[in-house]
């Protein structure tokens, strides 16, 4: 399985779209009803979708995987109680597919897809462009058991603790689900995967010519190792441009809190980021989830 896209619902689908158009170097893909498609450079149908709505929210992270693959989650799902709708034969979406829709246990939502289409041609890389969605980090008030939930039912893997967070993978990546221990449950981040550094730096500088300037980093994370620049959209949400994030096998020794320490006045491995606070609380703090279709 894979983290596929992420879904989105705006009031202003319009500005949302163009942002992450330009200056964010995402491909519009189409649009089908109130719902607009992007892509980024992967082999993938499309990354992230805008549907037109009364508020901002987060409608779903999806996992995608073979027909078996999201079959046996839809039966771990049954069988742990976990509230979910039903399966759905024909997503109207690019890549079509079947699959369910899943809530987290404070309403975090998901959904599963196995694709009906084959994927699209990869787009060229050599732009600054995002590849793909990388990873989508929720707030919870019980980490412990959203961890549970996601090895226990969702068949992923711990790759690190740290003190406040946990990394989870279901394929090679470090990790495509993150849980950051927060006072309420809410939408934390959603990164996107630049082929390396320079291009990370690129991206940052672009959204700077924008007008959208970088509210943390760049820098380079412990856990997954990966480099990183957070900005916030125009639509309020905490975004991230991500590179070089680790690949790791099931020899991947699972880090603890112990693992995990800077010295004294770092929280990253390069230590010249700068970072406005309230601009990053103001948006990894408040956006929330959608009605869920669980
Ligand atoms: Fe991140």
């Not at 709505?53 to 079959?71: D, F, K, M, Q």
């Not at 997503?91 to 597919?97: N, R, T």
């Not at 994370?221 to 990183?228: A, C, I, R, Y």
């Not at 994030?245 to 491995?269: E, S």
Request: proline share 7%.
């Amino acid at each position: 399985m894979h983290l596929r896209s992420v879904e989105l619902q705006m009031p202003d689908r319009a500005t949302a779209v163009e942002f992450l158009k330009n200056p964010w170097g995402m491909t519009e893909v189409g649009t089908r009803g109130n719902t607009t498609f992007l892509r980024g450079t992967a082999a993938q149908h499309y990354a992230v979708s805008i549907t037109e709505g009364p508020a901002r929210a987060i409608l779903s992270a999806t996992i995608a995987g073979t027909r078996e693959e999201v079959e046996a989650v839809y039966e771990r799902v049954n069988q742990a109680g976990l509230r979910h709708g039903p399966w759905i034969h024909a997503f109207d979406e690019p890549g079509g597919g079947a699959g369910f829709y899943a809530a987290g246990l404070e309403g975090e939502p998901f959904r599963f897809v196995a694709e009906a289409e084959p994927p699209p041609e990869p787009l060229p890389t050599e732009r600054a462009n995002p590849i793909r969605v990388a990873h989508v980090v929720f707030n919870t008030r019980d980490r412990a058991a959203a961890t549970r939930m996601f090895t226990d039912v969702f068949g992923f893997k711990v790759s690190d603790s740290t003190r406040f967070m946990t990394f989870l993978r279901c394929d090679d990546l470090h990790h495509v689900i993150a849980y950051a221990d927060s006072k309420q449950p809410t939408l934390n981040h959603i990164a996107f995967e630049m082929k390396d550094t320079d291009a990370v730096l690129r991206g940052m500088g672009r959204l700077k010519d924008a007008g959208c300037g970088t509210v943390w980093g760049p820098g380079r994370h412990g856990p997954g190792d990966n480099v990183f620049a957070y900005f916030v959209g125009p639509f309020g949400a905490c975004i991230e441009y991500t590179a070089e994030i680790m690949r790791v096998d099931d020899d991947y020794v699972t880090g603890t809190p112990d693992t995990w320490k800077f010295p004294d006045g770092r929280n990253d491995q390069w230590g010249i980021f700068t970072r406005d606070m309230e601009a990053l609380s103001a948006s990894c703090d408040t956006f929330p989830y959608g009605p869920t279709a669980a």
